[in-house]
C-alpha cells in the first residue's frame, strides 16, 4: 500500500480516518487505521468500549490522550499509546500543526463505527451518539468530554 492507498475520509475540520486492514478481511483478529488530526480537534467523545484493546502509534505531531477520570499524556513521534478495553479514554491533537497516528485495534470490528462516524452528514445528538456506541459495546461521557474541550479549547 502507498501512503494514500485505502479507504480515506477527510471531513473538515474533524478526524480524518485511512483504512488501512480491516477487521472484516482479517477474520476479525485486527484492524489499523490512521487518523489524521487537524490542529486542536478532539478524535472522539470520552469513552470506552468493551471488546476492544487499542494501540496508537504517533507518526507525526502532538497527541494528547486522557484516561480514567483526569489521567492525561503528550504523546510525540515514535510514542506508543495503549488504551485497554473497559477504561474511559480519549485523544486529541494537543499541537498548532497537523498530527497522524496508527490505531492498531485488537479484535478488529470498532473500525467500524469509525467508518459510520466519518460518513455522517448531519451532527449525532448525544442520545443517538449512545446508542450507535453500543452497537458496538461502548459507552460515552459527553459531560467529560464538553468539560476536555473547555480546558484544551478544542474542536469537538
Request: proline share 7%; net charge negative.
Amino acid at each position: 500500500m502507498g501512503p494514500e492507498d485505502g479507504e480515506l475520509y477527510e471531513p473538515e475540520p474533524a478526524r480524518g480516518d485511512r483504512f488501512l486492514i480491516n477487521g472484516r478481511d482479517q477474520g476479525g483478529r485486527f484492524a489499523l487505521v490512521e487518523h489524521r488530526l487537524p490542529p486542536k480537534v478532539l478524535a472522539a467523545p470520552v469513552h470506552k468500549h468493551t471488546r476492544e484493546d487499542e494501540f496508537s502509534f504517533i507518526l507525526e505531531g502532538s497527541v494528547g490522550a486522557r484516561f480514567g477520570d483526569e489521567e492525561e499524556v503528550v504523546a510525540s513521534p515514535g510514542d506508543l499509546v495503549f488504551k485497554p478495553r473497559g477504561e474511559w479514554h480519549t485523544f486529541w491533537n494537543a499541537g498548532d500543526t497537523p498530527a497522524r497516528l496508527l490505531e492498531i485495534i485488537s479484535p478488529g470490528g470498532l473500525e467500524e463505527l469509525f467508518r459510520w462516524l466519518d460518513q455522517l452528514t448531519e451532527e449525532l445528538s448525544p442520545e443517538a451518539l449512545q446508542e450507535k456506541a453500543e452497537l458496538y459495546g461502548g459507552s460515552t461521557d459527553i459531560e467529560a468530554t464538553m468539560a476536555l474541550v473547555k480546558k484544551h479549547g478544542l474542536i469537538f
